[in-house]
């Protein structure tokens, strides 16, 4: 995260200047959690921590609920509803407690993304009526979306299955192909710029004041946050729901609590940058 949380003072220079396929789909192996390997390494995670009981409290929310479950070997092992399916295309196999390994998701980072269709969805992680949630491993170099499925039974979540499914088949396809090209292709990325871009941030100079901007094409290098490439995290709360025109895709800080937002819109037939929030 070099880049992505630059921009408060690039900001105030900016105010100053004013249908599903058979096939199997190739895995990545970090992610699948039958053959991950096990490490004493808890990364953000003390260890002591780790072993503590989960709050009974933490059932309500599943953002609570997953950083506990990625904290703690023994809560999977509690969470997780053996036999578990494992489905890869038309393969289908199981994970029996022995098999499993523990997965810390995007523990072993100091941030993870998030991909919303409006400002209103994004209100749904603080929703306590959410029973299904689908944590998305979004891998680029193999072009698959490895989904851990969890479900609220009896009041407490449970991850109920492991998906391999092919980028081109997940609910944001169309954009995430959009989105590895904008974050890898400098020219792309420039010609995927509205006219204008809005952006929203706090004030470097009062730190109870947010300010506004606007970022032009011809200043976007200045601005531009480095963006991950290689893999993705995202967590579906509830349904899935068929894929907007627009995207507003969420870079959170898991340790400082900073945030980076950028909304694209579908203009015609291509993706754009419209917005920029931290």
């Not at 306590?128 to 979306?145: D, P, R």
């Not at 946050?225 to 729901?241: C, Q, S, T, V, W």
């Amino acid at each position: 995260m070099k880049r992505y949380f630059f921009i408060a003072f690039a900001a105030f220079v900016l105010c100053a200047c004013g249908g599903k396929k058979s096939t199997a789909v190739q895995e990545s192996t970090p992610a699948d959690s039958s053959v991950v390997a096990d490490s004493t390494d808890t990364g953000l995670v003390d260890a002591e921590l780790a072993d503590l009981p989960m709050p009974r409290a933490a059932d309500e929310l599943f953002d609570d609920f997953i950083f506990n479950f990625a904290a703690s070997k023994k809560l999977q092992m509690e969470r997780i509803r053996f036999p578990l399916k494992k489905v890869n295309g038309t393969r289908t196999e199981t994970i029996e407690p022995g098999q499993w390994r523990m997965e810390r998701y995007f523990m072993r980072q100091d941030f993870y993304t998030l991909i919303f269709d409006n400002e209103k969805q994004m209100e749904v992680v603080k929703d306590t009526s959410v029973n299904h949630a689908v944590v998305e491993m979004i891998y680029f170099n193999t072009g698959a979306v490895i989904q851990h499925v969890f479900d609220r039974l009896r009041g407490v979540w449970m991850l109920t299955s492991v998906e391999t499914i092919p980028i081109s088949q997940s609910p944001n396809g169309s954009f995430l192909t959009f989105y590895h090209q904008f974050a890898t292709d400098p020219d792309f990325q420039q010609h995927s710029l509205s006219e204008s871009i809005a952006f929203e941030g706090p004030d470097p100079d009062d730190d109870f004041s947010r300010m506004d901007g606007v970022i032009t094409p011809d200043t976007w290098e200045a601005f531009a946050p480095e963006l991950p490439d290689r893999m993705l995290f995202n967590i579906i709360y509830g349904p899935a729901k068929p894929s907007g025109r627009q995207k507003i895709f969420v870079i959170r800080g898991i340790a400082n609590g900073q945030e980076l937002e950028l909304t694209f819109r579908r203009q015609g037939d291509q993706w754009r940058l419209t917005k920029m929030t931290m």
